[in-house]
């Protein structure tokens, strides 16, 4: 148990939940509405939520170098993912991906963020989990 309770209010964005949960190492985080308690929100929750993100309906056609970066930059701008560890290659709109995720969870928020990306029309996973890794990933 802990004294002080870190906690999100309700009209939190999804990408600052996101942040609280990896930076205080939590699985849970309650949401408060006026100082009361509404709701909580798990890491589960919050990998639901972004798969169900609906895909935009004109699909976005990139070359393979510019999708390569556009994925390589989206990496490097979580906070929860060492990117050194991910490969990517992509082939007409085909993400395949090898390399470690640490966790279950982790796992499914990668490919979630590559599924989410422009251009992309379908992913081969080829990732390994291997639990924690160095560099405090």
Do not use: C
């Not at 004109?58 to 050194?84: E, G, T």
């Amino acid at each position: 148990m802990s004294r002080y309770v870190i906690s999100v209010r309700d009209d939190a964005d999804l990408r600052d939940v996101a942040d609280i949960l990896d930076s205080h190492r939590i699985k849970r985080v309650p949401v408060l509405h006026d100082g009361r308690l509404v709701g909580i929100i798990s890491r589960r929750d919050l990998v639901r939520a972004l798969s169900q993100v609906q895909a935009s309906s004109n699909p976005v056609k990139l070359d393979n170098a510019a999708l390569h970066k556009s994925l390589r930059d989206r990496f490097k701008s979580q906070s929860w993912l060492n990117d050194a560890y991910i490969n990517v290659a992509v082939n007409d709109g085909v993400v395949e991906l090898w390399g470690l995720v640490v966790s279950a969870d982790q796992h499914r928020a990668l490919r979630t963020l590559v599924e989410e990306t422009p251009g992309v029309r379908r992913v081969e996973d080829r990732l390994t989990m291997a639990g924690p890794l160095r560099g405090g990933v």
